[in-house]
């Protein structure tokens, strides 16, 4: 075991209580000298000091980026442990040239990702949010009706076997549904292992009651979702989106929403947030939530945790469990 220099480096240095709670602080100093400030910024009163001796960063939202100027202050850098998701924002091409290690928590992060899916996906197969609204309007029940529903032989379509998609399937199992995925990147043998059938996107869309997206946004993913894709769907089906607004063409899909046709439950958008008068605010068959699938309160421990594990591993001389690899980084979040 040896012992480690590390800073913490995060735009928000109130949230580190947060992300690491006193048991994670003490596993953390068992194998680490931690600077006592962190690093908010590139420039500021100490940071030349921290970034002299540190070896470890971890990192946070709004970590200072990684450019050649900051590395040049920090020489003995040898890894970067990222409490959160992506690292695209802050690690450039100069952290890869100097060989430096870079960990990442977005398979922490995708977990509360993924339950808020699956949570989503079960009420959209039980019509929840339409019997809630409809009996809320009538007081009654009688008097009102919803297309056929339930979650026996619900067919969701997951499109991208991405970290939370691959969790969204484990926590699918016990349920009595039938998944369709669509990556070009995943086989139909590798599909089948995670318990799935490899499908193309279009036939997806036509076969699924409930469609789940979990794609990074890239070029080519970007309103990958458009007016033709959504006059694939069936009638009553809903699209839940996840992973980034993007993905979607948001005029297109609203104008099948307010149809009566689509249902859609969005925790993310384009634009983030939407216009103040958006018709999808309050629209019948509309759910939006203010991005909030992702780590909040309490879960933000599991990345704290996910980041000290790695600092663990580092000072045992171990590899990182969870590396960041840059030939990854062009089709992932």
Known sequence: MRRLRAAFALRRPELLPDLFDATARERL?????????????????GVDRVLRDVEVLVTGW?????????LARAPRLRAVVHAAGSVKKFVTEEVWTRGIDVSSAATANARPVAEY?????????????????????????TGWHLPPHGNNGLVVGLVGASRTGRQVLELLAPFDTDVLLHDPFVDAAEARSLGATAV??????????????HAPALPETYRMIGGRELALLRDHSTLLNT?????????????????G??????DVTDPEPLPAD???YGAPGALLTPHVAGSSGNELRRLGD???????????????????????????A
């Open 306 to 332: 996910s980041a000290v594990a790695e600092v663990e591993r580092l000072a045992a001389g171990r590899g990182l469990a969870h590396p960041v690899r840059p030939e990854h980084l062009a089709r992932t």
């Open 278 to 280: 958006h018709p999808l």
């Open 62 to 70: 709004g970590a200072p980026r990684l450019d050649a100027e900051l």
């Open 261 to 266: 046709r689509l249902r859609a439950i969005l």
């Open 200 to 213: 193309g996107l279009d036939e997806l869309l036509r076969r699924s009651d409930v469609v789940s997206l």
């Open 29 to 45: 100093a068992a194998v680490a000298d931690v600077a006592p400030e962190a690093v908010t910024a590139a420039d500021g009163e």
């Open 243 to 259: 992973g980034r607004g993007q993905l979607v063409d948001t005029a297109a899909l609203t104008a099948e929403v307010l149809a």
């Open 117 to 141: 899916t699956l949570a989503m996906i079960l009420l959209a197969g039980k019509r929840v949010l339409e019997s809630a609204a409809a009996f809320d309007r009538h007081r009654s029940f």
